[in-house]
């Protein structure tokens, strides 16, 4: 099992439409979760992070945590074409030899006119 | 302006060759990162620094080197050992307050000629 795990996509959304990103992790013990937008051949950049169970809203994009269910997803409200990219979730871990960011494989975002 | 900047954003190597990637940040922060990028993959952690003169291997750590001699700069080189470098690498820093948001430079494109 993958420590972070997250549906390659392509997930293909209408424009306007909402879209739906799930993102699965295996260590109970994650503290922080993040979101990351990476367009193609280009760096990552933070979309939001949350800590908390429950909700966390910044602008059209919503971040929801379930730690018992060990599940993070991010919803894209009113999706835009420059919304298409691969969106990368990220878990850090809490260790004794120093925390740890892992990276899932990213789900890959469509968005058409 | 703030920022991390990794330069060459390409960069060729010949067989036999190690290569330095340069890493820089005027964040103040105290931890800095290498990570892998494969066509289609996540990332993978090479190496991480939380202090100066100190750092600790990735998962990724075999073939690569780096150093932390001032708390802005965490040079990477990629050894002869690598056999396999073509990748995009990224650099990111972190405070290491709660959360430690990492935040990514440009990257830098190595391929072998």
């Known amino acids: 099992q993958k420590e972070v795990e997250q549906n390659s996509g392509p997930l293909s959304v209408p424009e306007g439409a909402i879209a739906s990103l799930n993102c699965t992790y295996s260590d109970r013990g994650s503290q922080s979760f993040f979101w990351y937008r990476q367009y193609s051949g280009k760096s990552p950049e933070l979309i939001m992070f949350i800590y908390s169970n429950g909700d966390k809203e910044d602008g059209r994009f919503t971040a929801q945590l379930n730690k018992a269910s060990q599940y993070v997803s991010l919803l894209i409200r009113d999706s835009q074409p420059s919304d298409s990219a691969t969106y990368l979730c990220?878990?850090?871990?809490?260790?004794?030899?120093?925390?740890?960011?892992?990276f899932g494989g990213g789900t890959r975002v469509l968005v058409k006119p | 302006d703030g920022g991390i900047t990794q330069s060459p954003k390409y960069l060729f190597r010949k067989e036999g060759q190690n290569v330095t990637l340069s890493c820089e940040q005027n964040?103040?922060?105290?931890?800095m990162y290498w990570y892998r990028q494969d066509p289609g993959q996540g990332l993978r952690l090479i190496y991480y620094?939380?202090?100066?003169?100190?750092?600790q291997k990735g998962d990724i750590a075999e073939g690569y080197s780096v150093s932390r001699e001032k708390k802005e700069s965490f040079p990477l080189t990629v050894t002869s050992a690598q056999k396999n470098p073509t990748a995009f690498y990224l650099c990111?820093?972190?405070?290491?307050?709660?959360?430690?948001?990492?935040?990514f430079g440009p990257g830098t494109r190595l391929l072998v000629l």
């Open positions: 964040l103040n922060h105290d931890a």
């Open positions: 990111a820093s972190s405070t290491l307050d709660r959360g430690e948001t990492q935040y």
């Open positions: 990220a878990v850090l871990g809490i260790k004794a030899a120093g925390n740890k960011l892992t």
């Open positions: 620094s939380q202090i100066v003169n100190d750092f």
